[in-house]
């Protein structure tokens, strides 16, 4: 690292750690949550049955709406068919990563146990295949998912959470053999750690959370004037820490270019969407 702005931007990030940790609510499962980092790097150690275990049922316990249970997770262990999702992905790690999870928004089980309970319902088209009912499913994956790349951080473990491997949902749906009412959601990448990458800066919370009403900045001069600082940390961020070779570039630079410049490899997901039984209007 080089350079005093380098140094201040490391030692921001040290004491915004330091703060938390000898905060009054310090505990362990604190700790985690306010030094997750994403780890795309892993050592070749697999992670013992008995932790793959204790994650799942980390995941297992996450909040569900209704009480619906309507989430799923694939863990692949092919070789070929993680190389396959790598490959969708753009990211070679994915297939590196000794455990990996695609999550799901899943219907279909809840489906088939009330058309076994009543056969006289059609739930295929009633309810379950519902815009609200899918939303909701998605909800829960992704609680599910948090929870365990959670669990895994809190047990020396690291993880990166994949939104990359639906850049082609279609081509992931026929993979992973997807019945009717699955949608995929996200991918999960776990490991030994083999980086120790610093932990990226986080908007000002002024910025993100408000109080009885949405605020935006063109009406704050405060949260105006915070998210400029935030601009110039990540600026330096990105400058002195992350990528010493790339462009200088502010929060509000990134996000124009993503505006200007959409990722390539993204597939439309409506009609996969509606390809697997979801009806996002009803």
Known sequence: MKG??????????????????????????????????????????????????????????????RYFHEWSAIRVTDHDEALAIADMAHQRYVAEAPLLYIFLADQRRNADLVRRFADD?????????????????????VLAL??????????????????????????????LKLPKLVYPVLGLAIGHPAQDPDPKPRMPRQAQIFTNTYQRADDDADMK???????????????????????????????????????????????????QGFDPAC
């Open 4 to 65: 005093i702005d380098g140094q201040n931007v490391k030692m921001t990030l040290a004491n915004s750690q330091k703060t938390s940790a000898t905060n009054p609510v310090d505990n362990p499962t604190i700790r985690t949550l306010l030094e997750r980092r994403s780890i795309r790097g892993f050592t070749e150690e697999p992670v013992d049955d008995q932790t793959v275990a204790l994650l799942e049922q980390a995941a297992q316990h996450a909040a569900t709406s």
């Open 121 to 141: 319902l059609d739930p295929d088209t009633t309810l379950l295949n519902s815009g609200y009912v899918f939303l909701q499913s998605q909800n829960d994956a």
């Open 146 to 175: 948090h929870a365990m790349e959670t669990a895994a951080n809190a047990l020396g473990l690291g993880g990166v959470i994949l939104g990359s491997v639906i850049n082609d949902t279609n081509r992931l749906i026929d993979l």
């Open 225 to 275: 004037d915070a998210l400029a600082d935030f601009d110039q940390t990540v600026t330096r961020y990105y400058r002195d820490i992350r990528h010493m070779d790339d462009p200088h570039r502010s929060f509000s630079a990134i996000m124009a270019d993503k505006v200007r410049n959409p990722a390539s490899g993204h597939e439309p997901m409506l009609d996969s969407i509606r390809r």
